[in-house]
């Protein structure tokens, strides 16, 4: 009976939402009830769905290339630190494979200049990390979020990589680690947007923007973006989300295409 009852107002609210050009976008789900898999009408939503990037834990950190520091996003991807457009490339690379039944984890991502010391004098010493091959501290792809260690010791890994990870712009540099993958790939932003905490709640504002991942920086309300990600264009709404921008009513104040 709940679940008719949902199903129902689904159903009206799809029916009535574009008609009526200003649709009630947040209703939350009534309490207590089994919540399904339903379509997510929401564009936040839509669109961290397609590129399938956590970004709840999105924060800044040092990056180094060539030796030089940098300011560098870093998400999770499987627990692990990952640069953004690599942890987005690695996303849809992650799902598709997961569709051909191949289960692929991220092993080790981005690296802290104190991590690749600590692996780089494993490896002039031998005695630790197997005294695997690391680069010189501030040259490692690890440390410019290029560089994914991958479980390539995994059933089929391996190979669907070979087969498959330059669709994603994913390509293994270092001929003696098989595990070792580095995304040069041209989307240099994800698409995750800031997660809004505290949803809801007594009102007042919510009209102070939304983080854009395509341009690195706060936007305010009705900016309209071209994301890096698909390609599509989005329009940030009230409550820091991003809808499809041609499902917005509001007309655009600015306009930011690839
Ligand atoms: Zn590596």
């Given at each position: 009976m709940p679940t008719l009852r949902l199903a129902l107002t689904a159903l009206l609210a799809l029916s009535v939402g574009p008609l009526a050009?200003?649709?009630?976008?947040?209703?939350?789900?009534?309490?207590g009830e089994d919540e399904e898999q339903a379509p997510e009408l929401d564009g936040r939503e839509a669109e961290a769905a397609a590129v399938?990037?956590?970004?709840?834990n999105r924060r800044s950190d040092t990056g180094y290339k060539s030796g030089s520091a940098f300011a560098i996003t870093v998400v999770d991807a499987d627990n692990k630190p990952v640069e953004l457009a690599t942890a987005s490339a690695y996303a849809r690379m992650q799902k598709a494979a997961a569709a051909a039944g191949v289960h692929i984890r991220v092993v080790s991502g981005f690296r802290t200049m104190s991590q690749q010391k600590y692996l780089y004098n494993c490896y002039v010493t031998?005695?630790?990390?197997?005294?695997n091959l690391a680069a010189k501290p501030g040259y490692s792809n690890h440390q410019s979020g290029h560089a994914l260690d991958l479980n390539?010791?995994?059933?089929g890994v391996g190979s669907w990589l070979a087969a498959h990870a330059d669709e994603y712009?994913?390509?293994?540099?270092?001929?003696?680690?098989?595990?070792h993958w580095e995304y040069w790939g041209?989307?240099?932003?994800?698409?995750c947007v800031s997660t809004v905490t505290?949803?809801?709640?007594?009102?007042?504002?919510?009209?102070s923007g939304c983080y854009s991942s395509t341009l690195g920086k706060q936007v305010v309300l009705n900016t309209c973006v071209q994301s890096r990600a698909d390609s599509k264009w989005y329009q940030c709404i009230a409550g820091g989300k991003w809808e499809i921008?041609?499902?917005?009513p509001a007309k655009c104040v600015s306009e930011h295409p690839l």
């Open positions: 050009g200003c649709a009630v976008q947040n209703a939350e789900p009534e309490d399938g990037v956590d970004c709840s031998k005695s630790c990390n197997g005294g390539t010791s995994s059933a712009g994913f390509k293994r540099t270092v001929p003696s680690e098989p595990w041209s989307t240099v932003g994800g698409s505290g949803g809801g709640g007594g009102g007042g504002g919510s009209t921008r041609w499902d917005v």
